[in-house]
């Protein structure tokens, strides 16, 4: 994986506890730390993650394992 620098690139897109990690491992180091309190909030209000996600960061889920 590009951002870990661990593992092979297929053992990452099939390994959903990495790929959460690198997620937000890359929006904490591109949007900072207070973007999850802020998805989760929205996300919380919303009933609706994957439209947080999108709005705080510009990134669709279905887009997330392209970051890495």
Do not use: C, M, W
């Not at 990452?12 to 506890?17: E, S």
């Not at 997620?23 to 009933?47: C, F």
């Amino acid at each position: 994986a590009k951002i870990a620098g661990i593992g092979d690139e297929e053992n990452t897109k099939r390994n959903g506890y990495l790929q959460a990690h690198l997620t937000i491992r890359y929006v904490v180091e591109e949007y900072g730390t207070g973007i999850i309190d802020n998805i989760l909030r929205d996300a919380e209000k919303e009933k609706n993650f994957g439209k947080a996600f999108l709005h705080h960061t510009g990134i669709g889920l279905t887009s997330v394992p392209e970051i890495y």
